[in-house]
């Protein structure tokens, strides 16, 4: 059995997985496996190179269920009891495997996921920080989908939701990790090498529905969500790392209560497009990058 399973989603777009494949064969740490789930693709080109893959990648066939839907079966699949979760576009550095694995073999099992930072690539440019703090998570991402995680803290949570197919399933699934009482190890290094772009879920379709679905994920976590319990958590994680002001939860909650719904979604999209273009800017002034460094920094 190996130590680690790579489980990867694919919807059309097999364009992707060759550079995908290229950063897992430089991978420092080499007992792992790859589970490729094919949810349902239509285009004609993803579904020849999945028929042409190497043998050893494993890919399991689906109807298109979406996102969620993919992700469990590529974890019911996984014969690792480690699993790391990737998108088919994504990108790790070399020492990924190797450091999420050893930050969690050197910890505890109330430790059930290891992350690093992000660094973008494609349509923005920078270095985005992700943290664990478990009073944040409830009004921000600050985790996402990119970790190495125990499968059987998967299981203890209650698997991704597969009702969830707007997006934000990854942010629903860490707030029941973390009720589930599991805590993650953050490794303070650009790792995880993430393709930003304007057509991708979280800009191209997340944003305009995102009032409805962070109310959805509030319904769901009602109890998480009443004032006793978000002021017990926020004096519990006062001592962790956060990088939210005092008063944006206030703030969020407030406007996603009061203004209207487009107005919300347009706002977020906004507030997107315009960190997306400064941070595009700022990697245009840099100059290309020519390869990813096993620190994750871009060699010039």
Not at 14 to 26: K, M, N, T
Not at 210 to 232: C, E, F, G, P, S
Not at 272 to 291: F, Q, T, V, W
Request: with cysteine; proline share 4%; hydrophobic share 40%.
């Amino acid at each position: 059995m190996p130590t680690i399973s790579v489980v990867v989603p694919c919807y059309n777009g097999g364009r992707f997985l060759d550079q995908l494949i290229i950063s897992l064969r430089a991978q420092t740490f080499r007992d792992f496996e790859v589970v490729i789930v094919n949810d349902g693709s239509t285009d004609p080109a993803t579904r020849e190179k999945l028929a042409t893959l190497d043998p050893a990648i494993r890919v399991v066939h689906q109807e298109n269920r979406g996102l969620s839907a993919a992700r469990n079966a590529g974890f019911a699949a996984a014969q690792a009891d480690l699993v790391m979760a990737l998108d088919c576009d994504d990108q790790l550095a070399p020492t990924y495997l190797a450091e999420t694995l050893a930050a969690l073999q050197s910890a505890g099992p109330e430790a059930g996921f290891a992350f690093t930072h992000v660094r973008l690539v494609g349509g923005a440019h920078g270095i985005q920080k992700r943290y664990y703090n478990e009073f944040d998570i409830l009004f921000k991402n600050i985790i996402g989908y990119s970790m190495l995680i125990r499968k059987a803290a998967w299981v203890k949570a209650g698997q991704y939701d597969e009702s969830m197919r707007d997006g934000y399933e990854d942010w629903e699934f860490n707030i029941r990790l973390i009720g589930a009482g599991f805590t993650g190890i953050e490794i303070p290094k650009p790792l995880f090498i993430y393709t930003a772009s304007t057509q991708g879920m979280l800009l191209g379709h997340s944003s305009h529905v995102h009032a409805a679905t962070w109310r959805r994920i509030r319904q769901k976590h009602r109890d998480t969500y009443r004032l006793r319990n978000i002021v017990r958590l926020f004096w519990m994680s006062r001592s962790q790392r956060t990088e939210m002001s005092a008063v944006r939860p206030i703030a969020q909650l407030l406007v996603s209560d009061i203004i209207p719904d487009s107005w919300h979604n347009g706002f977020i999209r906004f507030a997107r497009n315009y960190r997306m273009s400064r941070s595009k800017k700022a990697g245009e002034a840099m100059g290309p990058g020519s390869a990813i460094r096993p620190d994750g920094g871009l060699t010039r």
